[in-house]
Each structure stands twice: as structure tokens, then as C-alpha cells.
């Protein structure tokens, strides 16, 4: 069974920076995709970054501030959020599919093969 477990959110000031996980079981992470997607209060969720074997992919709102990277080791995929601004809060999620990253910004998370819980981030302005 694929689970997907998300950490690290928390609050944070405009400018500031946060790193969140997302410990993954049941898949070898080397032969996945995985995705971050994330809802903002009154949003719809939206993808915001992908990594594979091959690429990584950022949304144009995090492109130049977020870093994705992943531990093949640790069944982890980081996702290192700087330079914070109040409109980054929201609930994180992490999740998988094939070829999820050619297609993250189509493809609503509730299509995908799996998903982790979510984790808040609040950036206070």
C-alpha cells in the first residue's frame, strides 16, 4: 500500500523559510514521481512542484523561492520553501502518480494514485 506522510509545516514570517517532508512507504521512491500540491484558504488546490528521475518542475507563484528535492535513501521528498509570503499559507500535500510531473498543473489531486494528509503552513503578514 502507497502512504505518503507530510511534515514540517508550521508558521512562519513574511521573508522567513520552512522545509517540509514527505515520508513515502510501500513504493521505492527512485521509480515515482512525486508532487507537491497545495490549498490555500478560498483556493482550489493547486500543484506547485513535481520531482522525478529525469526533471523537477515549479509553478510559476514558487519558481526562484521553493526548492524540491528528494532522498532516495530515506523515502523522502523535501520541499524547501523561502523568502515566504502571507500568500503561501495553505495545507500542503504531497502525492504520486505516474508521470505526475508532466502534468501536475491539469491533473487534480484527487485523481492521483495516492496522497498524504496535508500539513499547514501559515505565513503571518
Known amino acids: 500500500q502507497m502512504r505518503l506522510v507530510e511534515s514540517g509545516g508550521g508558521s512562519a514570517q513574511p521573508g522567513g523559510s520552512l522545509t517540509l517532508s514527505c515520508a513515502v512507504s510501500?513504493?521505492?521512491?527512485?521509480?515515482?514521481?512525486i508532487a507537491w500540491y497545495r490549498q490555500a484558504p478560498g483556493r482550489e488546490r493547486e500543484g506547485i512542484s513535481c520531482i522525478s528521475t529525469t526533471s523537477r518542475f515549479y509553478a510559476d507563484p514558487v519558481k526562484g523561492r521553493f526548492t524540491i528535492s528528494r532522498d532516495i535513501a530515506q523515502s523522502t521528498v523535501y520541499l524547501q520553501m523561502e523568502n515566504l509570503k502571507p500568500e503561501d499559507t495553505g495545507e500542503y500535500y504531497c502525492a504520486t502518480d505516474p508521470g505526475l510531473c508532466t502534468r501536475i498543473l491539469t491533473t487534480p489531486m484527487d485523481e492521483l494514485d495516492a496522497w498524504g494528509q496535508g500539513t499547514q503552513v501559515t505565513v503571518y503578514s
Open positions: 510501500g513504493f521505492t521512491l527512485a521509480d515515482f514521481s
